[in-house]
């Protein structure tokens, strides 16, 4: 028996309420377009309130010489030229835009004592472009959007599951989905559909991601809308996730605590960034400072728990109270560690999806008519090594971009083209999954897909080990075939899970189709196999299904641009196997 739905029309549908979706649906709001956001959490706890350290920006609020040509730069040369130039251009330049925009909202910036927005050194940035709010900046901007939202009246529906995006003849007309408490069912019908539900970190084991969040949902509502992604293999390691307790593992420690100051040390207490970074030290970039972490793990001077040391115990309590405050409040809880006095023990941990759906630089269109996607679930920006704080500004910049672009679309529609068909799939795929009653247990097929991310596809992949991982995948993927699917008087998770475990099946395996393909080590992508950067893959790498990955060309890095970016894209002191 199907469970009874609930019929909704509006002209724009956001998928996901973090940063990115509600930068849209106030930019929709704004211009007096009717727009509905739901997300599967509440509104105040969706995943950019985890972001620590901060938000880019040229600012040049503390360097005067910085210009958004040198950001661009700088963004284009740690992404080991594999970021479009078009998408880098936009957010550099509207960057600025973004922070006044966020500033309009009422957003707390940390600020010099003469009023401007204060700036700090991020790894990898030319000057300081940073700014923040103490160590806890994307809580206050999920906070500023949150209210801002609420003031324009904008609607949020939080704990919505969406299963589907309905397309009619490429062209979206509506979502399908179901409450998360009650099991009730959702038809959304829009001219425009905005998907902004993360990325896939959360195939990995060990991850910064929460249990229920960035488990490839916005990957496969696009590719079973018709969209493809792209450079899905690109996946940021953190270098400093907590290893305990087991049920935070993954948890961040702040970027911020090595901008302050912070030292990295094995268990013989050296230094050890000076192998592989002896001029920026614990300032190189995230993928050298985590391939560096896993390297003096991986050859035996690790932490006894596996892991190596941060350590800011020799900076001065005060600095620590008042620019790490959540880096210390964080491991007090979790720890009943005391940062000011005892080190850190941390290693690499799963972060950020830099690949993400193939969007179209300019308007982030995805190719299905009316689709948009934005934000980390989006690809273009990053490359293969993402700046800090480029994903926060990322959000605002194409926020108000594909707000404006979902509300000409909407407004230029002469008619929406339904299809009764389409719902009915969308309806049978759940009704499918509510009467599954196989001996498989979801978490635990969701847990051994971990595991086969982790061995197969982690900081350091090869040949033999991707292959091992594709046949792991199609024996769990068989397993899926298998499972019961339980409601229980608190809730429908157990659906919910399911269709996680769907989301992260495709996910990892475009991870590992992708990953197999790239025979080269190129920022956060390692193959010891193939240690050495190979040109002929300086391109995008998008996948349509399995196995299924054409090459795309990159645009040219126009030349004013050019000349600010150094010489050395180069693999020294990356891969020490």
Same mark, same amino acid.
């Given at each position: 028996?199907?469970?009874?739905?609930?019929?909704?029309?509006?002209? %724009?549908?956001?998928?996901?309420?973090?940063?990115?979706?509600?930068?849209?649906?106030?930019?929709?709001?704004?211009?007096?377009?009717?727009?509905?956001? *739901?997300?599967?959490?509440?509104?105040?706890?969706?995943?950019?309130?985890?972001?620590?350290?901060?938000?880019?920006?040229?600012?040049?609020?503390?360097?005067?010489?910085?210009?958004?040509?040198?950001?661009?730069? /700088?963004?284009?040369?740690?992404?080991?030229?594999?970021?479009?130039?078009?998408?880098?251009?936009?957010?550099?330049?509207?960057?600025?835009?973004?922070?006044?925009?966020?500033?309009?909202?009422?957003?707390?910036?940390?600020?010099?004592? /003469?009023?401007?927005?204060?700036?700090?050194?991020?790894?990898?940035?030319?000057? @300081?472009?940073?700014?923040?709010?103490?160590?806890?900046?994307?809580?206050?901007?999920?906070?500023?959007?949150?209210?801002?939202?609420?003031?324009?009246?904008?609607?949020?529906?939080?704990? &919505?599951?969406?299963?589907?995006?309905? %397309?009619?003849?490429?062209?979206?007309?509506?979502?399908?989905?179901?409450?998360?408490?009650?099991?009730?069912?959702?038809?959304?019908?829009?001219?425009?559909?905005?998907?902004?539900?993360?990325?896939?970190?959360?195939?990995?084991?060990?991850?910064?991601?929460? @249990?229920?969040?960035?488990?490839?949902?916005?990957?496969?509502?696009?590719?079973?809308?018709?969209?493809?992604?792209?450079?899905?293999?690109?996946?940021?390691?953190?270098?400093?996730? *907590?290893?305990?307790?087991?049920?935070?593992?993954?948890?961040?420690?702040?970027?911020?605590?090595?901008?302050?100051?912070? !030292?990295?040390?094995?268990?013989?207490?050296?230094?050890?960034?000076?192998?592989?970074?002896?001029?920026?030290?614990?300032?190189?970039?995230?993928?050298?400072?985590?391939?560096?972490?896993?390297?003096?793990?991986?050859?035996?001077?690790?932490?006894?728990?596996?892991? %190596?040391?941060?350590? &800011?115990?020799?900076?001065?309590?005060?600095?620590?109270?008042?620019? $790490?405050?959540?880096?210390?409040?964080?491991?007090?809880?979790?720890?009943?560690?005391?940062?000011?006095?005892?080190?850190?023990?941390?290693?690499?941990?799963?972060?950020?999806?830099?690949?993400?759906?193939?969007?179209?630089?300019?308007?982030?269109?995805?190719?299905?008519?009316?689709?948009?996607?934005?934000?980390? #679930?989006?690809?273009?920006?990053?490359?293969?090594?993402?700046?800090?704080?480029?994903?926060?500004?990322?959000?605002? &910049?194409?926020?108000?971009?594909?707000?404006?672009?979902?509300?000409?679309?909407?407004?230029?529609?002469?008619?929406?083209?339904?299809?009764?068909?389409?719902?009915?799939?969308?309806? #049978?795929? %759940?009704?499918?999954?509510?009467?599954?009653?196989?001996?498989?247990?979801? @978490?635990?097929?969701?847990?051994?897909? @971990?595991?086969?991310?982790?061995?197969?596809?982690?900081?350091?992949?090869?040949?033999?080990?991707? *292959?091992?991982?594709?046949?792991? *995948?199609?024996?769990?993927?068989?397993?899926? #075939?298998?499972?019961?699917?339980?409601?229980?008087?608190?809730?429908? !998770?157990? $659906? #919910?899970?399911?269709?996680?475990?769907?989301?992260?099946?495709?996910?990892?395996?475009?991870?590992?189709?992708?990953?197999?393909?790239?025979?080269?080590?190129?920022?956060?992508?390692?193959?010891?196999?193939?240690?050495?950067?190979?040109?002929? $893959?300086?391109?995008?790498?998008?996948?349509?299904?399995?196995?299924?990955?054409?090459?795309?060309?990159?645009?040219?890095?126009?030349?004013?641009?050019?000349?600010?970016?150094?010489?050395?894209?180069?693999?020294?002191?990356? $891969?020490?196997?």
């Amino acid at each position: 028996m199907t469970m009874a739905e609930q019929q909704i029309a509006t002209s %724009v549908l956001v998928i996901g309420t973090g940063g990115g979706g509600l930068r849209a649906a106030i930019e929709l709001a704004e211009r007096g377009v009717e727009v509905l956001a *739901l997300g599967k959490r509440p509104r105040n706890d969706a995943h950019t309130s985890l972001a620590a350290g901060g938000i880019n920006a040229a600012l040049a609020t503390m360097d005067p010489e910085d210009t958004w040509q040198q950001h661009a730069a /700088d963004t284009l040369q740690e992404s080991y030229l594999l970021a479009n130039p078009d998408t880098v251009r936009i957010v550099t330049e509207g960057a600025a835009q973004g922070i006044a925009d966020l500033e309009r909202y009422g957003m707390p910036f940390a600020r010099e004592a /003469d009023g401007r927005i204060s700036q700090r050194f991020f790894g990898a940035h030319t000057y @300081r472009r940073t700014a923040f709010a103490g160590d806890y900046t994307g809580l206050e901007i999920q906070r500023t959007l949150v209210n801002r939202a609420v003031q324009l009246g904008v609607p949020i529906l939080d704990n &919505v599951y969406v299963t589907r995006i309905l %397309v009619r003849d490429n062209t979206v007309f509506g979502a399908y989905g179901f409450d998360l408490d009650t099991g009730r069912r959702y038809v959304i019908h829009a001219d425009a559909v905005i998907l902004a539900a993360g990325g896939h970190t959360r195939i990995w084991r060990r991850t910064s991601s929460r @249990r229920d969040e960035n488990t490839g949902d916005s990957f496969r509502l696009a590719v079973t809308a018709g969209g493809r992604i792209r450079d899905t293999e690109l996946v940021q390691f953190h270098p400093s996730g *907590l290893l305990e307790p087991e049920n935070a593992a993954g948890t961040l420690v702040s970027e911020a605590a090595r901008g302050e100051g912070g !030292q990295l040390r094995n268990a013989l207490g050296e230094r050890f960034m000076s192998r592989y970074d002896a001029e920026r030290m614990e300032l190189s970039t995230r993928d050298r400072v985590a391939l560096a972490a896993y390297t003096e793990i991986k050859e035996g001077r690790g932490t006894p728990k596996g892991g %190596v040391w941060l350590d &800011v115990s020799h900076l001065p309590r005060e600095t620590i109270m008042q620019r $790490l405050p959540r880096v210390y409040q964080t491991l007090l809880e979790l720890q009943m560690l005391d940062i000011t006095r005892q080190p850190i023990e941390i290693a690499p941990t799963a972060h950020y999806s830099m690949g993400g759906v193939w969007v179209r630089a300019e308007d982030h269109s995805t190719g299905v008519d009316g689709l948009y996607a934005l934000g980390e #679930a989006a690809s273009g920006l990053h490359g293969a090594n993402r700046l800090g704080g480029n994903s926060l500004i990322e959000l605002l &910049v194409f926020g108000r971009i594909v707000g404006e672009e979902a509300a000409k679309f909407s407004m230029n529609r002469e008619s929406q083209q339904r299809s009764a068909d389409v719902v009915g799939e969308a309806r #049978a795929e %759940v009704d499918g999954l509510l009467a599954a009653d196989g001996p498989e247990n979801v @978490r635990a097929l969701q847990r051994a897909l @971990r595991d086969t991310l982790t061995a197969r596809a982690g900081v350091v992949r090869d040949e033999a080990g991707l *292959l091992a991982g594709i046949d792991e *995948l199609a024996e769990i993927e068989e397993r899926t #075939a298998q499972i019961g699917v339980h409601p229980d008087i608190a809730g429908f !998770q157990d $659906l #919910a899970h399911a269709f996680d475990l769907k989301s992260s099946a495709l996910a990892a395996r475009a991870t590992l189709d992708a990953a197999l393909e790239r025979r080269e080590s190129r920022g956060c992508h390692n193959r010891s196999d193939y240690p050495d950067l190979d040109e002929s $893959l300086q391109v995008n790498l998008v996948w349509s299904g399995p196995g299924e990955i054409t090459r795309e060309r990159i645009p040219e890095i126009p030349a004013e641009i050019r000349a600010l970016m150094r010489d050395d894209i180069s693999t020294d002191g990356k $891969l020490v196997e």
